[in-house]
T-cell receptor, first 115, second 112 residues
Framework: AQSVTQPDIHITVSEGASLELRCNYS??????LFWYVQSPGQGLQLLLK??????LVQGIKGFEAEFKRSQSSFNLRKPSVHWSDAAEYFC?????????????FGQGTRLTINP | DAEITQSPRHKITETGRQVTLACHQT?????MFWYRQDLGHGLRLIHY???????NKGEVSDGYSVSRSNTEDLPLTLESAASSQTSVYFC???????????FGPGTRLLVL
């Protein structure tokens, strides 16, 4: 069975600084990988996803993520954060046998932005 | 615009009561899912459905049931609510094997 670890529960960065949120997964075959964002009191919104092909994936709101098979990682990055990026971020993995379905989520990383 | 809605948005109930949370999507998606979100656990899958009359258990299905009588709705029933089921519940839907799951706004449930 697949699993996801987000090592950082809470990260604080200054507005305009770069951001990297870590995600490590465990799955025996090629995974389907996702990053979702949840603003306070809201549902989850997809930022980006990786199924195959180019390991550097571009998403919405200026985010990107890189799939590194050798490190079992799918870290999320943004070159310059904005105050509106403050939210909770979830990494998720789907088993290739289930397509994009039956996702397993990490515990989440809460991002705080200092003005 | 197509959307996915959940009702109620907030619910307080007592232990032992039956509770049903509604989920309705207007995208005509075949796949629907229920998750619960708890601090320190992220989202965990409760039940899912790949079409009408199809239901499957997820990771944390004990104490919950679902039924799928049409494409648009997947109600989640807590047969006898327990304090351990206090949580935020999210419904999601998707259209196909590799398609994105779209999430509803969530229902916050408190079991006293």
């Amino acid at each position: 069975a697949q699993s996801v670890t987000q090592p950082d529960i809470h990260i604080t960065v200054s507005e305009g600084a770069s951001l990297e949120l870590r995600c490590n997964y465990s799955y025996g075959a090629t995974p389907y990988l996702f990053w979702y964002v949840q603003s306070p009191g809201q549902g989850l919104q997809l930022l980006l996803k990786y199924f195959s092909g180019d390991t550097l994936v571009q998403g919405i709101k200026g985010f990107e993520a890189e799939f590194k098979r050798s490190q079992s990682s799918f870290n999320l990055r943004k070159p310059s954060v904005h105050w509106s990026d403050a939210a909770e971020y979830f990494c998720a993995v789907g088993a290739s046998s289930q397509g994009a379905q039956k996702l397993v989520f990490g515990q989440g990383t809460r991002l705080t932005i200092n003005p | 615009d197509a959307e996915i809605t959940q009702s109620p948005r907030h619910k307080i109930t007592e232990t032992g009561r039956q509770v049903t949370l509604a989920c309705h999507q207007t995208w005509n998606h075949n796949n629907m899912f229920w998750y619960r979100q708890d601090l320190g656990h992220g989202l965990r899958l409760i039940h899912y459905s790949y079409g009408v009359q199809d239901t499957n258990k997820g990771e944390v299905s004990d104490g919950y049931s679902v039924s799928r009588s049409n494409t648009e709705d997947l109600p989640l029933t807590l047969e006898s609510a327990a304090s351990s089921q206090t949580s935020v519940y999210f419904c999601a839907s998707s259209d196909g094997w590799q398609e994105t799951q779209y999430f509803g706004p969530g229902t916050r449930l408190l079991v006293l």
